[in-house]
């Protein structure tokens, strides 16, 4: 049922920020024959604001920054 791929995308989105695209290529892999339920799933993580690449794109854009300004000068 549904709630087994919300949970699973849930999971992967608890440990770091994924792109829509990115989420639905991980599930996918995992369950290929279920492209159906995979997609009910992202429209529901994404209806319920787990899942945003508005805050992927920001999430990744800090973490650049944050690795170029780590870096030691040479």
Do not use: M
């Not at 949970?7 to 599930?27: C, D, I, T």
């Not at 995979?38 to 794109?57: G, Y």
């Amino acid at each position: 049922n549904d709630i087994d791929f919300f949970s699973y995308g849930l999971r992967l989105l608890g440990r770091r920020e994924y792109s829509v695209l990115k989420l639905r290529n991980k599930l996918l892999k995992r369950f290929p024959e279920n492209v159906e339920e995979v997609e009910a799933a992202l429209v529901l993580l994404k209806e319920k604001q787990f899942l945003s690449n508005d805050r992927f794109c920001r999430a990744y854009i800090q973490d650049q920054i944050s690795r170029k300004n780590s870096r030691k000068p040479d």
